[in-house]
């Protein structure tokens, strides 16, 4: 049994998220509009993808890094990493 992370920056899944977008379009473009949305609207979506993705099966792994997007400050770190990636800039 693995030790739970400790802050989100250790959920690997997330941080694999956020170099996928870097790299692909269409996810920096779905993650730049649900990032770029109002806390409130945004966490209502973020809960119905995390829905969608439990109903689907999806893996957990996934599912949770798409929860970390729930947390404001989290959120807010996340679109200034994929906003540096747009422009250039590693993460």
Request: net charge negative; proline share 3%.
């Amino acid at each position: 049994m693995t030790a739970a992370p400790r802050n989100v920056g250790e959920i690997e899944t997330f941080i694999t998220m956020l170099r996928t977008a870097c790299d692909d379009r269409q996810v920096y473009e779905r993650l730049e509009r649900l990032l770029s949305l109002p806390d409130e609207k945004r966490q209502a979506m973020v809960r119905t993808w995390v829905s969608d993705l439990l109903i689907a099966e999806a893996p957990q792994d996934f599912t949770n890094a798409v929860a970390c997007l729930l947390d404001d400050q989290v959120a807010e770190k996340a679109y200034e990493a994929i906003f540096r990636c747009s422009r250039g800039e590693s993460l």
